[in-house]
């Protein structure tokens, strides 16, 4: 994992690590990283962080609602979960930056595009 500065703050588009434990039924659990939509300042000022689960499990590629965002490992595509958006307070949960850092402008607006496909808010 990187190291946090003692400023850090997640922002918009970051890709982040974050314990999603405690979970319930389907939902992830464990440390995972880590999309997140909300801005530095909500985060910043809420401790929440709101945005979408990752995961490097093959059974998404068949899945309508994940968008492929690349390779992060040797052989193995990563996904954005379009479909399970959620908030976590980052700091109780010990948030901390991914290698991946940013998810690519293109990218991220795609991701956004599927979201809404979802929960049609625009």
């Known amino acids: 994992m990187v190291k946090k500065s003692q400023h850090w703050v997640p922002a918009r588009q ?32 809420t ?13 998404n590629a068949d899945n309508p609602f994940a968008v492929i965002v690349g390779k992060p490992q040797a052989d193995k595509n ?10 976590f307070d980052w700091r109780i949960r010990n948030a901390s930056p991914h290698p991946l850092d940013k998810l690519p402008p293109a990218l991220f607006s795609q991701v956004c595009e599927r979201l809404n496909q979802i929960i049609q808010l625009a």
């Open 14 to 45: 970051d890709i982040i690590w974050i314990d999603c434990n405690p979970q319930v039924g389907q939902e992830m659990r464990d440390v995972h990283p880590f999309l997140v939509l909300s801005p530095q300042s909500f985060n910043d000022k």
């Open 47 to 59: 401790s929440l962080v709101i945005g979408l689960p990752m995961t490097t499990a093959d059974y």
């Open 78 to 87: 990563s996904y954005v979960l379009c479909h399970q958006p959620k908030s």
